[in-house]
């Protein structure tokens, strides 16, 4: 049987130096040569579990520490960092880097969480002033999975199961009989450009009659999330402890927000019936009165312990490929996370065919793969003769859990995938057709002798 490899050099040099040994006076310890163990520790040969073996009786520590994340994520990771255009003049290559994360790990890893701090490394640095940017980065902290609010919505859910059978007229009642809020359907001459309001005056919530009948339950919902989910909710936001008026409120909303679809969707059934379907979107709209939208966004929250549901991912563009809503859940996907998007993943042909739903899979050029869905929705209150909005929702999952997805039916995930990127900046595939700029940090390469499939090429490692 082979033995078992692995690259470790920064982590073998680490030990090294917490022990005060030289590179000869370890490799004496260890019965192995001086310049063996250097190679090793530039990541030139792997740790081997033999030597693996050697390291953890003559030092006594955890074998799992030589296997712990790499400085920075990885060569890969530092590979986007430095093509920021920052960095476009120095030209650094492969060898190169290779060099600095063997050589100087620590270093490295230093580069790395200064470049995310300071707001060029992507989803982990966020500026201060930025409310949105905030509050998207508590909810990816979180994993967009509040757990206290979904069980508080799914009992809140069951007792208004067991008083009616209509869960808008359930809310309703609740609110006029336990808070003296009534529900009013205005027209739109009264609310022109207002889709709800609580008037508590009149002690009224004020619905347009512009609201279709799942966006009028998701209101309900909403209003009694803010009264009676109110020391959960406020709980979240103080330990978010943003230090900010607007992104607390913006976070209130989102958790609001979280906690009507709870209502609507709970947890336990929601999950059940999403594993019966093979989680299809249009049934399980019919079946728990929501919308497209709501129905996405709840598939990324499924991570109770014990009883999780598929990871997937959600997002929603603009046809200007603008994000206002990401949710990578627990799935993980730079698809969701990077800021530049492919024109090749089918997200964006989803405004071609309104209503419908289109299918894809995909291949990233770290070697995942996954299986994408995408669709259009327009936002409630529009009206003709004014400016109207459209945006794709685009909701997936790695290929590998897609096996059991009704729209996957009749889908080879093991076959060809488009290859996508993150952007033409970001990506390094070569020969793209498609491709709007070299990726950064890449000198542009002109032949004139010779065309490619790209107009633009440029140089390798």
């Not at 005060?20 to 250097?38: D, K």
């Amino acid at each position: 049987m082979a033995e078992r490899k692995l690259m470790a050099g920064h982590a073998v040099r680490r030990l090294r130096r917490q022990q005060g040994l030289s590179q000869a006076a370890m490799a004496e310890m260890i019965a192995i040569s001086p310049s063996y163990l250097n190679l090793v520790e530039r990541n030139q040969r792997p740790v081997s579990a033999t030597l693996l073996v050697k390291l953890a009786e003559t030092f006594d520590f955890d074998a799992r520490a030589l296997t712990a994340a790499e400085p920075g994520g990885g060569r890969d990771a530092m590979r986007r960092r430095l093509a920021d255009p920052l960095f476009a003049d120095l030209e650094i290559d492969r060898h190169e880097l290779e060099e600095w994360l063997a050589a100087a790990p620590g270093g490295a890893e230093a580069f790395a969480r200064a470049f995310d701090r300071i707001g060029q490394g992507g989803p982990a640095a966020t500026p201060a002033d930025d409310p949105v940017g905030r509050v998207r980065g508590e909810i990816a902290r979180w994993r967009n999975h509040f757990a206290d609010l979904d069980a508080a919505a799914e009992t809140l859910a069951d007792e208004l199961r067991l008083g009616a059978g209509d869960l808008y007229g359930a809310i309703a009642e609740r609110l006029r009989v336990k808070h003296s809020i009534a529900i009013r359907v205005l027209p739109i001459d009264v609310l022109p450009d207002v889709l709800r309001r609580l008037d508590l005056h009149a002690r009224q919530l004020q619905l347009s009659e512009l609201l279709d009948p799942a966006s009028r339950t998701f209101a309900a919902a909403f209003q009694l999330a803010l009264i009676e989910a109110r020391a959960e909710i406020d709980a979240l936001v103080t330990g978010a402890a943003f230090g900010q008026i607007a992104a607390d409120r913006l976070f209130r909303r989102h958790l609001a927000s979280y906690f009507a679809a709870a209502v609507m969707m709970p947890y336990a059934r929601f999950l059940r019936a999403c594993e019966a379907t093979g989680y299809d979107i249009e049934l399980l709209q019919r079946r728990f009165g929501a919308g497209f939208e709501h129905v996405a966004h709840r598939l990324t929250t499924l991570q109770r312990v014990g009883a999780r549901g598929l990871p997937f991912f959600m997002i929603r563009v603009d046809r200007a490929g603008q994000s206002s809503k990401r949710y990578a859940g627990a799935s993980g996907a730079a698809l969701v996370e990077a800021e530049g998007r492919c024109p090749l993943w089918h997200l964006h042909r989803a405004f071609d065919r309104p209503g419908h739903l289109v299918v894809q899979l995909v291949a990233l050029e770290d070697g995942t793969r996954w299986m994408t869905m995408a669709r259009t929705v327009t936002p409630q209150g529009q009206r003709y003769g004014l400016v109207s909005a459209e945006f794709a929702i685009g909701i997936g999952v790695a290929a590998e859990h897609a096996g059991t997805l009704a729209a996957a039916r009749g889908l080879d995930l093991g076959g060809a995938a488009m290859p996508i990127g993150l952007g033409c900046r970001q990506c390094q595939r070569p020969d793209c057709p498609q491709r709007a700029a070299p990726p950064a940090g890449r000198a542009l390469v002109i032949n004139e002798r010779e065309r490619r499939l790209s107009a633009l090429t440029f140089a390798g490692d």
